[in-house]
């Protein structure tokens, strides 16, 4: 039953196969195995590559075994198409085309399963393009934020600046007139005169102001930092709601290029396996000896080419025979004088009634 199974599977006729002995059997039923796990795997692979996709089981084992059937269908097509010959240079020729599809296909079944097969690495190579995607990406919302940020923190020391200057100006003035005070700078006269009064008041000018200074200051720093506060909020949530994309980034095109920044060689080797696989029956097809099963097909073809020439060439000859019998026969028929008298007689009348009807059309004209 098995065996059965896959004498169908390469496409061979099996009632021609039949009377063919068990080594001839065998051999279409190898064929037709390696036809049907080819199309197994790449049922697997394209299952795989969708639910990278889709992130759906059922949908992508339902798209898998369609790919897989056409993968079977065409396989299939390929093998049973090609027909041994006597020459092997006409042969691959003959093959060519098909070679070169089977290549197309290997290289379509592989690649899911190469994704598959170095899960590992891809993750972490994703993972290493991840957090360069993630620093990158706060670097390009900062290039938004950090100008406002650097602006109101020049601000707020702007104005630390001015109050520490007004500071400083307030002190030297303390200093000024207590050393008036203690007659140790100034006029150098001990005790609480006139000019430690004006540089009392001067100081106590000065002192007012810094006091202004500080409220006034102080509330223009409270709304930098509000806003210098508001401005990382911002940066910290766009971080937070561009980070799933970024963690996200594991597609199946992201997993191809990732496979591609992985060594070559072990991709090649999977690639020759899959195109050594995916080959195989049409080279089984190509190197082997022509079989009873081949010249019995040529036979069965041949009979029916040979029987339709032979219908056709019969055809012509009939036309041919029956257009040389009519030729002949009109032209018996012209010569003789009782038609050509009766033909005359009714061309006459036709003249007759074409006369009178444009007589009449004349006549209704006036």
């Excluded at 790449?42 to 993968?71: E, K, M, Q």
């Excluded at 000019?195 to 202004?212: C, T, W």
């Excluded at 709304?223 to 980070?243: F, G, H, P």
């Amino acid at each position: 039953m098995l065996k059965k199974f896959f004498i169908i599977c390469s496409g061979a006729d099996t009632d021609i196969l039949e009377s063919c002995a068990i080594g001839e059997q065998n051999k279409y039923a190898g064929i037709g195995a390696t036809v049907f796990f080819t199309a197994v795997m790449a049922t697997i692979a394209c299952s795989y590559a969708l639910f990278t996709v889709f992130d759906n089981l059922y949908t992508a084992i339902g798209f898998g075994f369609i790919w897989g059937l056409l993968i079977f269908n065409l396989d299939r097509f390929i093998v049973s198409t090609i027909k041994k010959r006597n020459n092997v240079i006409d042969e691959f020729i003959q093959a060519s085309p098909r070679l070169i599809l089977a290549v197309i296909i290997a290289i379509v079944i592989s690649k899911p399963l190469e994704l598959k097969i170095f899960e590992k690495e891809i993750n972490q190579v994703l993972l290493e393009q991840k957090n360069e995607l993630t620093l990158a990406n706060k670097d390009q919302i900062a290039e938004r934020f950090t100008p406002s940020i650097e602006s109101l923190e020049g601000e707020i020391s702007a104005l630390q600046s001015q109050i520490q200057t007004k500071e400083t100006e307030v002190n030297a003035l303390y200093d000024t007139y207590i050393s008036e005070a203690e007659g140790t700078a100034g006029t150098k006269l001990l005790g609480k005169g006139p000019v430690y009064k004006e540089k009392r008041e001067k100081h106590d000018a000065a002192l007012a102001e810094l006091q202004q200074l500080k409220t006034d200051n102080k509330a223009k720093i409270e709304r930098a930092e509000t806003q210098i506060a508001q401005l990382k909020t911002d940066y910290d949530t766009q971080v937070k709601s561009t980070q799933p994309i970024i963690d996200g980034f594991d597609g199946l095109m992201a997993r191809v290029n990732a496979l591609g920044a992985l060594p070559f060689l072990p991709s090649l080797f999977i690639l020759l396996l899959f195109l050594a696989i995916e080959t195989s029956p049409i080279f089984a097809k190509l190197i082997s000896p022509k079989g009873e099963y081949d010249y019995k097909l040529e036979d069965a073809e041949t009979a029916v080419k040979t029987w339709v020439e032979q219908k056709v060439s019969e055809r012509q000859v009939l036309l041919r025979t029956d257009q040389e019998l009519n030729n002949r026969i009109y032209s018996d028929i012209a010569e003789e004088d009782e038609l050509y008298t009766y033909k005359r007689k009714k061309a006459r009348e036709l003249m007759q009634l074409q006369a009178d009807a444009f007589f009449k059309h004349q006549k209704n004209a006036l």
